[in-house]
Structures are given as C-alpha cells and as structure tokens.
C-alpha cells in the first residue's frame, strides 16, 4: 500500500517558521483531500475540488537520455539513489517532474520490452507521487536516435545505422544532415511501418500508466522536426495531422489523462507556431521557451507570446522546458525572470533540468545539481514559495527577484488554497501580512494553507523571508 504524500512530506520536509503581521491570523486548517487527477478549465489546470493548479516543477533531464536512462547515478542501491533524488526536488518545493522516456529504453530490441527499466521507471513515478510531485511522461528525442549522437527511437528503427554515441558539443546541427531527415521523414509517411511500431510503445506505456497515481498525462514527442519539410508548411499539415490522431487514440485508451503538445522544435527559439489545435478535451499547449534575446527584462514580453497561443486554443499553457547552462554567471538571473514572468502569466512549466550524475550527454552541463547532487547556483531560482491550489477566482501571483516577496491575491470560493513554502528558502523563517482570511503553516510541512473569512471577497497574501 503507497503512504500518502502527506505522511512522506512530513518524513522529508521542515516546518516553515513563519511571524504573521498586525491583523493576520493563524489557524488550525484540516488539509483537503483531492484524486491525483488534473483537468483543464478554459486555460487553468482544475483540481477534483475545483481549485486552480499551478504546475511548477523539473525535468528530470539529460541522464535520462542514455543507459541506464536514468537522471542520476545509483550504483548498485537504485531505491537509495531514487529517495536521495525526490528527497531534494521536494526540498524545493517543486509540485512536477516532466520525466523523458526513450523508446530505446523501453524497447530496445524490436518486440521485447525492457522489464528492468520499466521497473526502475515504475519506482520513479512512485517516488515522485509519495511526496505529492505529479508527473508528465515525455517521449524524448533529440535528432532522432544516439546513432546520430541524440536519443530517442531505437536504432533497429533506421537502416544500417551508424554506432550510437553521445559525444557531440554541437548535436543539433545533425538535424540539419539528410540521415536524420530521411529518419524523420520515413517516421511521419510511416515508411516501413515505424509510425505504427511507435503507436504500439505508446500503447504499453499508456496502458501501464494511465491509472497510476500521479501521471497526469503524456507528451508525445520532444522537439520534433519535419525532416525534409519547411516548419510551418510541417506544422500546419503534417504535424497537426499527427496530434490529431494521437489526441484521438491516447483519450480513446486513457479518457481521463491529458495530451501534452509540444509545437516543432524551432518554435521554442521563435515562440511562433503554424500548429493547429487538435479537436477534443483534455489538451494542454506544451511550448519549449529557448528566445533569442534571453535578457530578464525581455522574459515577460517573450513569454507572453508563448501564452496567447494557449489561451487562442483556450487551454493551460505549460512550458516544458527553458533553462540555460549552469556555466554561465547570467543564468540564475534568467532563470529568476523567468519564474517571476510564469506568475505573472499565469503559466505553468518545468525548468530543464535536473541529472546528479558525473557523465554528461554530448557535454551539457544544464542541472541544477552537481553529480553529487549539491545545489548550484542556478538552483536559487526554483527555490521560492508559489501557490501550488486556490480555491478562488481571478487569482494574481507576483514574486519580486529583489526582495524574494511572494505576493497572491484571489477572490476566495470557499475552499482552502496551498501555497509552496520550502523551509530552505528561507532559513530564519517567514514574515507574512494576510488579509482575508487566516492560515496554517506548520499542519503540512512545506507548505502554507490558507481558510478564508466567511465574509471575505478578497483574499491577499504577502510572504518574505526573514533576515
């Protein structure tokens, strides 16, 4: 029997310790209890109670892409490893693991599956969901397979493949190589039935995890291209098409779980897309966000593009991946925009990525961690409180880099709405000025619940770290 994420919270977490202002009022709040499952209201994320979610999480990256394919290091004591993994993603206070899948993985000779790393694969979305994280299960690829120094589908799907490595500083320029676009475009004409074998992956893992506790869904492929094709005339047509069937297909095996869609892979430079939305329910609009001009006074004007295409196609929009190399000194800044400009919109999304491993795939060196799975200082960014469920309308977030203020405020429903509030960020504790309503900081560890004033039309919340 799995404990619940309660329990396991309170096994891994730190109380926050927190001084309330004149008028703001502490109470003993029963913490609600929800089914794992999400849907989608318009452009929100709705819980079983009705409340807005907010998704706010990691990828949990590029170690993933090559065997073991898994995103940290663990020796001969996996379950050791794994909880050490969790255990720190929920120190941040994260709520999601965008968590890739190759199908070299799963199926690494044609017909046989892999049942050792299904297995680990099984312990890892367990994990995530013992300490309240969701998951969204990512089929990952980058210039289609390591026969051309990426990941993704297996070599038995190419003919007389090169040998597989990953050792490329530069690899996306392969796709760009007439090797990797006739791959891709034997995939999208289903040229010798590839297509259909990849329908069949899916079909295993959707069967194995539509139900599990947890998985809110499945993205269907990572940054894909249109091989030989032009972008937009690929997007518009082809790739459409291609959503359009697997939309169709995933809710006809998997009616209660969501399609996370990905526009092709340029769009994440461009934040334009000629992508049609599929029809059907239970769709999200998963952009990539890598924009040109990566100033963080750019970041809200950038991402704003990003979420009017979601909001045309009147659903949430969760960014799947941005982030940058740890390497560079500009980066925790970046990332620090970034977070603050999802609050502002109203968008949800995973920060790429977090691997605890000494290997490196084709020299990136983008986690958050070091192998020994010590923050870095892009870290800082991730490591702030936000509302995780409110239970209200019109809600407005905001959070300012310079004095690491979280500021809500919503007009209440009745319900009672979670805010993140990782006791690591902020070791002297928390000031917080409530109006409104009173709350309860210490019943679930790592987070604030907040009841409103029967009388109450508007809830607002302030919070800062102590000094």
Partial sequence: MRRSALVVLAMVAVTARCDTKPGARTCVIVPPQTDFRLTTSGTNFVDSL???????????????????????????????????????????????????????????????????????????????????????????????????????????????????????????????????????????????????????????????????????????????????????????????????????????LAPESLVFLEPSGTSGVTLATTLVRPPGDGIVFAPHFYPLDARPESVQDNLQKLQAIGAAWNVPTWVGEFGATNLLDSTPARMQATWAAMDALGVSGTEWEYSTATELWDAESWSLTDASGNDLPVAAAILRPYARAIAGTSPSMGFDTTTSTFSLAYAPTGGITQVSLPARAAPNGWDIALEGACCDATTVPGQMLIQPDPTATNVSLSITPKN
Avoid at 57 to 64: E, I, K, L, P
Avoid at 218 to 245: H, M, R, V, W
Wanted: charged share 20%.
């Fill in 50 to 252: 009705g409340r807005i979610v907010i998704l706010r999480g990691v990828d949990a990256g590029t170690r993933s892409k090559f065997a073991p394919f898994v995103p940290f290091d663990f020796g001969d004591d996996y379950e050791g490893a794994l909880a050490k993994y969790m255990d720190h993603a929920a120190s941040w206070g994260v709520d999601v693991f965008r968590v890739p899948w190759v199908w070299a993985a799963l199926e690494p000779t044609q017909g046989q599956d892999d049942a050792t790393w299904l297995g680990r694969f099984d312990e890892f979305i367990d994990a995530a969901w013992a300490r309240g994280i969701w998951t969204v299960l990512d089929f990952h690829q980058d210039v289609y397979s390591e026969n051309f120094c990426g990941d993704g589908f297996p070599g038995w799907t190419l003919t007389n493949p090169p040998a597989p490595h990953h050792d490329c500083a530069v690899w996306s320029t392969a796709y760009a190589t007439d090797p990797v676009k006739a791959a891709f475009d034997a995939f999208w004409s289903d040229a010798g039935g590839v297509q259909t074998a990849y329908f069949s992956a899916w079909d295993v893992m959707i069967a194995r995890y539509k139900d599990r506790p947890g998985v809110l869904g499945f993205e269907p492929i990572n940054e894909c291209s249109g091989g030989s094709q032009d972008d937009d005339t690929f997007s518009a047509t082809t790739l459409s098409d291609f959503y359009a069937k697997f939309v169709a297909h995933a809710r006809s």
